[in-house]
């Protein structure tokens, strides 16, 4: 059996850039997990709070924009008791080495995970060469 | 210089803030003395936090407390919450390991693990009017306040 660890909070990343957003408000990095196998690569984003409609993915000479935007959930009418996370917008850019099937991107959002397929171009695919005894 | 201003070097010498930054630190103190302050009140301040999985916002209106946290990836039907008077449990398990086979990872951000967290709320609610619902990761746990704790309007003859 293999023993599971206990969960950690983890700091949420506020994203720090050199530019401003035109609208106020914390902007925060989604943690993500990304993996290959020898067709796509697969990206995995935490971006609790954000509904499907607020998700933007881009994709621009080589580098992924993730983002999530989020709508304020509490009534103006909620006062504050205990405040442990920060609400706002998700952001994260990655350079992609790898060439991408642009038209064949497949994404999807369950339960506050965002989910990125990106199909690796045939000619990056690796190919095995059998050779055969002359 | 800043540090002199903080402390509070002689103020006469014609500075226009000779007490810049004080403001927030007089508010921080206040909520630290609240929190200190027997009156039994469990207000914490912001930047008081307990450091265990998960984070969670408290917020309350007069007639709920609204709890809630954000747990991207875990399904309605995998968390245990239960409560019992003012006491509220949080529990469950998250699990970010892959299915797929001949994978090499780049990244790996996003962990995974069991997790329970025990919060008390800082009224009575009643056990009947306490729902929970789950939307793209965020849980929101709903807890009407019993009466006791409702607040009362007091007319004054």
């Not at chain 1, 991107?105 to 965002?114: M, R, S």
């Not at chain 2, 239960?82 to 469950?92: A, F, P």
Request: aromatic share 8%; with cysteine.
């Amino acid at each position: 059996m293999v023993e599971t660890k206990e969960l950690q909070v983890k700091e949420k990343q506020e994203v720090s850039s050199s530019t401003e957003h035109t609208r106020p408000g914390p902007v925060f990095t989604p943690s993500v997990d990304i993996y290959e196998n020898d067709r796509e690569i697969i990206m995995l984003a935490d971006m609790p709070g954000v509904s499907t409609d607020g998700i933007g993915i881009d994709l621009k000479e080589g580098i992924l924009t993730l983002t999530g935007d989020i709508k304020p959930w509490e009534d103006g009418k909620e006062s504050n008791v205990l405040i442990e996370f920060g609400i706002g917008k998700y952001y994260r850019q990655f350079t992609l080495s790898e060439a991408i099937q642009q038209d064949s991107i497949e994404a999807n959002f369950n339960d506050g995970v965002l989910k990125v397929i990106l199909p690796k171009v045939a000619k990056a695919v690796p190919r095995k060469i059998t050779v055969s005894n002359g | 210089m800043i540090t002199r201003r903080m402390l509070n070097f002689p103020a006469a010498t014609g500075w226009s803030h000779p007490f810049f930054g004080m403001d927030e630190l007089r508010k921080d103190m206040d909520r630290l003395n609240r929190l200190f302050d027997s009156s039994g009140s469990s207000y914490l301040p912001h930047f008081f936090k307990a450091g265990v999985f998960p984070a969670l916002n408290i917020t309350e209106n007069e007639e709920k407390y609204f709890v809630r946290a954000e747990l991207p990836g875990i399904k309605a039907e995998e968390l245990d919450i239960q409560v019992n008077g003012r006491n509220l449990t949080i529990s469950g398990e998250r699990n970010t390991a892959c299915c797929e086979e001949n994978i090499k990872y780049h990244r790996r951000e996003r962990e995974g693990g069991k997790f329970s967290r025990g919060i008390v709320l800082p009224g009575d609610v009643d056990p009947e009017k306490v729902t929970a619902s789950m939307v793209n990761g965020l849980l929101t746990v709903t807890a009407g306040k019993s009466e006791a704790a409702k607040p009362r309007k007091i007319n004054v003859n």
